[in-house]
């Protein structure tokens, strides 16, 4: 199944998208790999929706990656009396630790990490930024607010906090719980983890999973911006979550931050993806706004190796159509005149390292010699990023021995990834690599392809030669 586009498409399984039949819909009209959202899954569920999943990478014969999203620390309000209460700018409100009904007057908050980290002169946004408070008193036991704006808050509305970082990490027992069941599968590919604050909010999940799965820290709060790098230096990948970002941060701050974050993470060799509302209009529309489409053709032009939908593919009424146009979008895009110079012109400086080195080479001969495709053999999935680090004018194919390297590159800009075993001999190697691409069709005999590979065969992290090779009548390497 061969991708007309370089961008990856990341799709949410939800109730409009858990039958297998759905799934392999979905993955035929574009999407290369699946987002369980851990919020709203169960174990069982996340279990079986993982079983579907590989049934139809089965089916399909195409490597399929699975992204299990972490919920991370839910803030919420308690209760009111009556439901809800109407606030007026001005007045005073009180979060406190009393464990009663609320008034117009207070509501408990049962987060005491939250009552000791505030600090007068914090802002408090209730229900995704509709009523917002100032902290003008803070003790261990209550927060007395002005209301600065909004006029309504109810039940269990969520609370975030853009001026404050808490003293938790960024996992709760939910998180642990739900981490564990995903370990236990031993088929998930990639955990990504909400609300990260600082670097160290990586250390105890890096911890548990011991390189089972690659992590993707979703950047959604200021903090996480001031130390960004840090945190992309500890990530496996990235994610611009841009709704609850879009809540703790000026709203018009968001689009430059996305920008800032690809440019990083391609810098660093680092996927990324952009989400959150791309398509949000084809929940129940079966066409898109065109706000929408220019949304998410920024994302294509930026040089993003992914892009997701949430709820358009999880509980919308189009989830096909949804992601059909996600990919179309993609590869009008990626067709423009315009895009080659917006993507080059981004290129980073390769480092002083034999992949980058290598990878460079291959780029730079590929688009001299206008080669047919770039082959890598990659074990680790190192080589796989580096090559699409330089995000070639050529098809980048990914081959590796290891199905889960397969599965976790499923998210990499431009690589169209292959399981085949480990090679030989080199000229087994250079066969193999031939005989794939003509079979994958990015080749066809008389074409000429590269091939990047590490002497001795089958040796991670040894990427040291490169080789150009015609493709044979036959699908073999010619002359």
């Not at 996992?171 to 990504?192: I, P």
């Not at 931050?257 to 209009?281: D, F, N, Y």
């Not at 047919?372 to 050529?394: D, F, K, L, M, W």
């Not at 065969?457 to 040894?462: A, D, I, M, W």
């Amino acid at each position: 199944m061969k991708r007309q586009r370089n961008v990856k498409i990341l799709a949410t399984l939800g109730p409009a998208s858990s039958d297998e039949a759905m799934i392999r819909k979905l993955h035929e009209a574009g999407a290369d790999l699946f987002r369980i959202n851990m919020s709203h899954s169960t174990h069982e569920m996340m279990r079986t929706l993982v079983t579907r999943i590989r049934a139809v990478e089965k089916a399909c014969g195409r490597p399929i990656g699975i992204l299990a999203d972490l919920q991370g620390p839910k803030l919420r309000v308690g209760k009111f009396a009556e439901g809800a209460v109407t606030l007026a700018p001005g007045q005073t409100f009180t979060l406190d630790n009393r464990d009663e009904p609320g008034d117009a007057t207070r509501v408990f908050l049962p987060h005491p990490e939250i009552l000791e980290a505030v600090k007068p002169g914090h802002r408090l946004l209730i229900d995704d930024g509709r009523l917002q408070l100032l902290a003008v008193k803070s003790d261990s036991s209550s927060i007395t607010c002005t209301v600065v704006s909004g006029t309504k808050i109810s039940d269990r509305k969520g609370v975030s906090l853009p001026d404050t970082t808490l003293s938790v990490g960024a996992l709760t027992e939910k998180d642990r719980s739900d981490l564990d069941a995903v370990l236990a599968v031993n088929d998930v590919d990639w955990v990504a983890l909400s609300f990260i604050q600082r670097p160290e909010d990586l250390a105890e999940v890096r911890k548990i999973a011991r390189g089972r799965v690659g992590l993707m820290s979703k950047i959604e709060k200021p903090q996480a911006l001031e130390c960004i790098d840090e945190i992309i230096e500890l990530s496996d990948a990235l994610m611009v979550a841009r709704g609850d970002l879009g809540v703790e941060m000026p709203i018009e701050s968001v689009p430059g931050i996305q920008k800032q974050l690809t440019r990083a993470c391609r810098k660093a060799g680092k996927p990324v993806v952009v989400a959150t509302q791309m398509l949000e209009s084809m929940i129940s529309a079966p066409v898109p706004t065109r706000a929408e489409v220019s949304d998410v053709a920024t994302a294509v032009f930026e040089g993003a190796d992914a892009v997701m939908l949430s709820a358009e593919s999880a509980a919308g009424d189009y989830p096909v159509e949804a992601v059909e146009t996600m990919a179309s979008i993609a590869r009008k895009v990626e067709r423009d005149p315009n895009y080659p110079g917006i993507i080059f012109s981004q290129r980073p400086q390769p480092e002083a390292t034999g992949a980058d080195a290598i990878s460079l080479a291959a780029r730079q001969i590929a688009e001299t010699l206008n080669l047919s495709a770039i082959v890598c053999y990659t074990s680790s999935g190192n080589t796989g990023v580096r090559a699409a680090r330089e995000r070639p004018q050529v098809p980048v194919i990914a081959l590796s021995p290891v199905i889960h390297t397969a599965r976790r590159l499923s998210v990499v800009w431009g690589l169209h990834c292959v399981v085949t075993q480990d090679a030989s001999d080199l000229d087994d190697m250079v066969d193999r690599a031939c005989r794939i691409a003509f079979r994958e069709g990015f080749g066809k005999p008389g074409d000429r392809i590269i091939i990047s590979a590490g002497v001795p065969l089958g040796t991670p992290g040894s990427t040291n030669m490169l080789r150009i090779a015609y493709i044979g009548s036959d699908g073999m390497s010619g002359i």
